[in-house]
């Protein structure tokens, strides 16, 4: 049997070890041609559509001002997208998700191109049926009500990174009335109560009490009655 010449023989062992096994979990390379939908909560992103192709509803009935867009922009920063936006399959009418559209729009506009993209569940419902869920979606989100213990205490514990998103949470406490301190910031406008001395003296009988309380007060001194 010939023998391999040594560089031949080199050269092929080198390339056997460049040659992954079959058995080798080959890394993903990303495919350009793709939209990147890292935005997107990864079981929603098959229902991925353009953002372009949705259709805000001119007489939609509930309208979102700078903060709580701010807010909602705030929130898909943070979290991305993690509930889709519901529209009509035929015209692409948008039922419900409106403040999202429009916050996907500013982050989009703002340089975030990812946002070309967004989950959308296309429903078969006509005009009637649609504007119908859109009402519903919206007014029994508003029948319920906040546990102010519960959130309160929750407002306690959560701190976000974004700042859009942190201004929400306290315009929210405010709005709720609540007390909301950080556990490691004491608030300086709390006062600590004065310290109280006080002196029980005991007596022989009712006479003597009335007698010593009717001095005391006399002398300036906050006196109040005891029997035991």
Known sequence: ????????AAA???ESKRKPKANDEATPT?????????HISEPLRPLASPLAELVPDAGNARLHDAKNLAAICGSLRQ???VTPIIARADTKLILAGHGRYAAAQKLYADGDLRWAQIA????????????AYAIADN????????????LERQLREVNVGDADLQQMMADLAEAEKLLVIPDDEPDEDVEEPPERHQVLVTLADEEAQIKLLEELEGRGFECRALVS
């Open 79 to 81: 979290f991305g997208q």
């Open 120 to 131: 959308v569940v296309f429903q078969k419902w006509d005009a009637v049926t649609g504007a």
């Open 30 to 38: 990303p495919d350009p041609t793709q939209p990147d939908l890292s």
């Open 1 to 8: 049997m010939a023998k391999r010449a040594p560089k031949k």
């Open 139 to 150: 007014r029994t989100a508003e029948l319920a009500e906040w546990d102010p213990a519960a």
């Open 12 to 14: 092929e062992a080198l």
